[in-house]
Each structure stands twice: as structure tokens, then as C-alpha cells.
């Protein structure tokens, strides 16, 4: 996990900044990452999950297992957002290569982010644009 561990970050371009929340996940030697979960703030502070992004993630697919699966939000316009998906090499070798990107839409600020659209630009990746995890 990276610092800081919760964060503001105004996600749906509402003028009203989502609290995130990182979790490290596991799961055997098969899966391991990091997942930010982007948190509405209701008018009473209630709080609503309108995202859960795997930010980072043990990519099995690179030799060893040795790289990274990363995921970046590039904020679109309200509600509306794409995740950039690369790989990067050991951290003694910081290459990063691009290998797809995902599409997500909201109906209004307080709503979950649905998925529009996915593009592979690397086949052996098209199943882990969006996870690694085999839960949905």
C-alpha cells in the first residue's frame, strides 16, 4: 500500500470530494493488490460506494511474477471516467506498457460507476482490465 491510506479525491466532479479508502487484498500466491474504494458522502455523512478500483495488482501473467498490473483514473467530465490499464516491469526495471483501457459511467454523483466499454491492446490482458480477483 502507498501513503496516504485514506485520501479525498473528487471523483465524479461534483465540487464534492469522495473519501477513499485503500484495502490490500490477497488471496494465496495467485492474487495480490491493492483496491481503492471511492466513498459518497451523503448531505446525513452517510456513505456510498460508488467505486471499487484495483489500483495495483501482482501481474501473474509477467515472467516471475515479478511486475505490476497498474490502474490510473483519468476523470472525463461528471460522472463520467476512464481507467487507463498498464503493466510495469520489476522495480528495477520501471517499463511500463499499456495493455487497455475501461470506460465508466454514472447516472448522477451519488450513483456506482458501470462499465461502458473496454478495449484490450494486448490480448493476454483482456481478462484483467477490470480485475484479477475471480469475485465480481
Same mark, same amino acid.
Given at each position: 500500500?502507498?501513503?496516504? @491510506?485514506?485520501?479525498?479525491? *473528487?471523483? =465524479?466532479?461534483?465540487?464534492?470530494?469522495?473519501?477513499?479508502?485503500?484495502?490490500?487484498?490477497? =488471496?494465496?500466491?495467485? @492474487?495480490?493488490?491493492?483496491?481503492?474504494? @471511492?466513498?459518497?458522502?451523503?448531505?446525513?455523512?452517510?456513505?456510498?460506494?460508488?467505486?471499487? %478500483?484495483?489500483?495495483?495488482?501482482?501481474?501473474?501473467?509477467?515472467?516471475?511474477?515479478?511486475? %505490476?498490473?497498474?490502474?490510473?483514473?483519468?476523470?472525463?467530465?461528471? =460522472?463520467?471516467?476512464?481507467?487507463?490499464?498498464?503493466?510495469?516491469?520489476?522495480?528495477?526495471?520501471?517499463?511500463?506498457?499499456?495493455?487497455?483501457?475501461?470506460?465508466?459511467?454514472?447516472? *448522477?454523483?451519488?450513483?456506482?460507476?458501470?462499465?461502458?466499454?473496454?478495449?484490450?491492446?494486448?490480448?493476454?490482458?483482456?481478462?484483467?482490465?477490470?480485475?484479477?480477483?475471480?469475485?465480481?
Amino acid at each position: 500500500m502507498q501513503r496516504p @491510506y485514506v485520501f479525498f479525491d *473528487d471523483l =465524479n466532479q461534483d465540487q464534492e470530494p469522495e473519501i477513499v479508502i485503500q484495502e490490500q487484498v490477497h =488471496n494465496g500466491s495467485l @492474487y495480490n493488490g491493492v483496491v481503492y474504494h @471511492y466513498f459518497f458522502i451523503g448531505a446525513d455523512l452517510s456513505l456510498k460506494e460508488i467505486l471499487a %478500483l484495483e489500483a495495483r495488482l501482482i501481474d501473474i501473467l509477467s515472467e516471475k511474477e515479478s511486475g %505490476l498490473i497498474i490502474r490510473i483514473v483519468e476523470k472525463l467530465g461528471p =460522472n463520467r471516467i476512464k481507467i487507463l490499464v498498464r503493466t510495469e516491469g520489476s522495480i528495477g526495471a520501471k517499463r511500463s506498457t499499456p495493455v487497455g483501457e475501461i470506460l465508466l459511467e454514472a447516472p *448522477d454523483a451519488d450513483s456506482p460507476f458501470a462499465i461502458k466499454s473496454k478495449i484490450a491492446f494486448v490480448e493476454k490482458y483482456e481478462g484483467l482490465l477490470v480485475t484479477g480477483s475471480e469475485d465480481d
